[in-house]
């Protein structure tokens, strides 16, 4: 008995040295590092889908600094991540070995390392339509871009002219937007839709987008990734909304998807030009597609088992979020299990096949 005591210490060291370096492997296979270590920082613009917490910081109800979000975040914090762990934009930079998370520029606390890897500009409930972010009380893309000119001015005062345009130069950008535009703007206000065709406000957005694309290059971007919109009909707010019978019939509301595929296509095409015209600035500009990889994960295709994909975790699933997901909400157990956290965000577990789906194009991005 003794004995036995004295040799199974050493073993479940023994043991559990191996399972520390089982899992920091199996982690390291989930984000190997890339080819290009060139690649000095990430910079994001757009909607919730890639805000860490901006909001915190802006007269607005559009925030997500309270759990259940971030339930499964570091020390369960809730930063403002409209999510209950990682964003994309967090595993894409911890991919690109530049650090584990994306920092919200606004926070104040921000030191000069931080914020010569990248930081989000991103803010929950933005839009390219000037109205999406008013409706919101939230950043517009101009104001972000303006925060990147600030950003800019403060790097450029504390390390050099020099440093920072080497940094620009070859960080990583990505633009996440536009269903907000879609989704509370154009179908579920009424106002855009009072003075536009569905097909003249998907040019309208787009002619918003090129904009900022434009902006941003102008600033000195050369990798860009732009996201494209996700199976907006499949939200789970939006099936509660549109569904003659939302509690029964929890399919995807076809023709609202199809607004989003459209456009999908509009952008794609407006990206290939662009890359054209901007190909003597040696700038790379490429399209992530989630729409295809969101529709796999709903419909159970490919390896994807989720148990849930029409509710949120949080609350009854069918309209919460924001601040309708709150401390006092039923959260589910395992948020793995379901493709959305809130009504309308993602998982992290949803975010992570997202992040997988777009390794090849992220891959394609950072090539020289
Ligand atoms: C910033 O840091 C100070 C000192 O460490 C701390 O008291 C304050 O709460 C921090 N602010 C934010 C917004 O994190
Ligand atoms: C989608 O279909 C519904 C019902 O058939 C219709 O009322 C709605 O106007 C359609 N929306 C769009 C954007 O085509």
Do not use: W
């Not at 600033?219 to 996201?227: H, L, N, P």
């Amino acid at each position: 008995m003794e004995s036995c005591h004295k040799f199974s210490f050493p073993l479940l060291t023994l043991l559990s040295l191996y399972m520390s370096f089982f899992v920091a492997h199996a982690e390291g296979s989930l984000t190997p590092r890339p080819f290009n270590n060139k690649i000095t920082a990430g910079f994001v613009f757009g909607d919730s889908t890639v805000d860490p917490g901006n909001n915190n910081y802006v007269k607005t109800l559009f925030r997500g600094n309270f759990l259940p979000y971030g339930k499964d975040f570091r020390d369960h914090v809730p930063t403002g991540r409209f999510t209950n762990g990682k964003l994309s934009t967090d595993l894409i930079v911890s991919y690109l070995g530049i650090k584990e998370y994306l920092p919200p520029y606004l926070d104040p606390n921000l030191s000069i390392e931080e914020l010569m890897t990248g930081v989000s500009f991103a803010s929950a409930g933005s839009g390219f339509d000037p109205l999406t972010p008013q409706i919101s009380s939230v950043i517009s893309l101009p104001k972000q871009l303006e925060y990147f000119k600030e950003y800019k001015k403060r790097l450029q005062s504390a390390i050099g002219n020099r440093r920072t345009e080497a940094i620009i130069k070859e960080a990583v950008f990505l633009i996440s937007c536009g269903t907000n535009d879609f989704v509370v703007n154009y179908f579920t206000l009424p106002i855009r839709r009072k003075s536009y065709t569905v097909s003249a406000y998907q040019q309208f957005i787009l002619q918003s987008f090129k904009k900022v694309l434009q902006d941003l290059s102008d600033e000195g971007a050369r990798r860009i990734a732009v996201t494209g919109l996700p199976p907006m009909g499949c939200l789970p707010a939006v099936i509660t909304l549109y569904s003659k019978n939302a509690i029964f019939e929890r399919g995807c509301i076809e023709n609202l998807s199809q607004v989003g595929m459209e456009y999908n296509q509009m952008l794609q095409n407006e990206l290939n030009s662009m890359q054209g015209r901007l190909a003597h600035l040696d700038a790379k500009i490429t399209y992530v597609d989630i729409f295809t990889p969101l529709v796999d994960m709903i419909q159970g295709l490919g390896k994807h088992d989720f148990d849930e994909v029409s509710h949120g975790c949080c609350g009854s699933g069918y309209l919460e979020a924001g601040f309708l997901c709150n401390p006092e909400s039923f959260v589910c157990n395992d948020a793995s299990k379901y493709v959305f956290f809130d009504s309308i965000h993602p998982t992290e577990k949803t975010y992570i096949n997202l992040f997988m789906a777009s390794r090849p194009v992220i891959d394609s991005l950072i090539q020289d």
